[in-house]
């Protein structure tokens, strides 16, 4: 009967002892569950023992690593696969987070057979210290962030281009208020003149005011336009429009522009463009960089100068130079004639003004076409610009 009894004690223990059991695999099960279902890394691990405890799923799903790989590092935690810069700060930081016990750290994680990096915000806890108080058990919670890093970068992206694009704009109005003072004091004072002085000039006066007044005016458009083709440009307004464009007809059309000013300094403008010359551009584009070009020629040529416009063939591009023989451009200015923050102009050799914002303008329409413009001068001997365009489409007149 005794005996019974003892067994029946002995039962007792095991059933008592089983259920325990049961109740803690059900709750390490619950745990586990509930972990594996967060959409959060979360890594339960031992700083002493440089163990990682408990890790769940996401690590996979985020970061394409498997849970057993990440476990079997050696001497080393979840840190190791964080971007180099990252943790150079985070390692610095991580011991003084320690000691206020809570921590959130930004940083980037490499995703598994990929050169490619996720970022996280790190929310760290210590759930156990040591007898001597010092952390054992830590807690990280790693909440992915890509997507708001890559908003922040954008806006920041947005931002530096806003303040730049109203640094440059505040440049050029600035510079072109300047410049317009000039050509408008000479409009004002000679028209004025003709005004007063009208029954008193002679024929030939009358006439070489009204030509100042004119090559005046044109300054005052020429800056104008300039300014206009900028606006629309840096506003998207200016769309990039290239189509089949026949060079020849073009640059006939630049040079009888500027026929009378080049007369009026005995400037040969000489066209050598081979015939049916056809590039793949935006032909107001390059009409405005041809009508730069050739303008700053004239201006910085001493009377009897050349102005040579040309096009060589080149694979399935045309080389397009403006050359002329005049005062030329020191060494030192060239890399810095077309920067917005760097205001040069010098007057022409008839003391002609300008901004320097025509070069400008001219890079930046030249870049649209994906190239660039080259610039060779030398001092009292002249200046060579040029830049490639893609060839177009010879068309053949129907006969």
């Known amino acids: 009967m005794e ?29 586990k569950n ?75 994680l490499k995703i598994n057979n990929s050169k490619n990096y996720r970022w996280f915000k790190e929310k760290t806890s210590i759930i156990k210290e040591d007898k001597l108080g010092n952390p054992e058990i830590v807690l990280y919670t790693l909440n992915e962030i890509t997507y708001f890093k890559e908003l922040e970068k954008k806006l920041k992206e947005y931002t530096d281009e806003l303040k730049e694009l109203n640094r440059s704009k505040d440049k050029y109005f600035s510079i072109l208020a300047h410049d317009l003072r000039g050509p408008f004091t000479a409009l004002l004072g000679f028209s004025n003149l003709l005004k007063e002085d009208f029954d008193y000039l002679s024929r030939e006066e009358i006439k070489h005011y009204i030509s100042l007044i004119n090559s005046s005016s044109k300054n005052i458009y020429g800056l104008i336009e300039n300014l206009l083709q900028w606006s629309r440009l840096q506003t998207g307004r200016l769309e990039y429009q290239p ?31 081979p015939t049916n010359t056809y590039v793949y551009a935006d032909e107001n584009m390059l009409r405005s960089v041809l009508q730069n070009l050739v303008s700053n020629s004239i201006k910085f040529s001493d009377e009897g100068g050349k102005v040579i416009i040309s096009a060589e063939e080149n694979n399935n591009k045309y080389k397009i130079t403006v050359s002329d023989t005049g005062i030329g451009i020191h060494p030192e200015v060239i890399d810095k004639l077309f920067k917005i923050d760097f205001h040069y102009t ?54």
């Open 34 to 108: 509930v972990m594996d279902n967060l959409q959060d890394i979360v890594i339960v691990y031992n700083i002493q023992k440089k163990k990682i405890l408990l890790i769940n799923k996401s690590i996979t799903s985020l970061l394409n690593y498997k849970i057993k790989d990440i476990k079997n590092l050696k001497n080393e935690d979840i840190h190791q696969l964080m971007h180099s810069d990252d943790y150079k700060k985070y390692k610095k930081n991580k011991l003084k987070d320690y000691e206020q016990n809570i921590s959130l750290s930004e940083f980037r």
């Open 3 to 31: 005996r019974k009894v003892k067994n029946t004690k002995i039962s007792t223990k095991n059933i008592i002892r089983k259920r325990n059991s049961d109740l803690t695999k059900s709750s390490d099960g619950f745990l």
């Open 243 to 273: 189509a089949n464009t026949n060079l020849n007809l073009l640059v006939e059309e630049v040079v009888l522009l500027y026929k009378s000013q080049a007369n009026s300094k005995y400037i040969d403008i000489i066209e050598d463009i």
């Open 346 to 399: 010098t007057p022409g050799t008839r003391d002609e003004r300008g901004s320097g914002l025509g070069l400008i303008l001219c890079k930046e329409f030249i870049e649209k076409h994906g190239s660039h413009i080259e610039v060779k001068s030398e001092q009292k001997i002249g200046t060579t610009i040029s830049f490639d365009l893609k060839k177009g489409k010879v068309l053949k007149i129907k006969k």
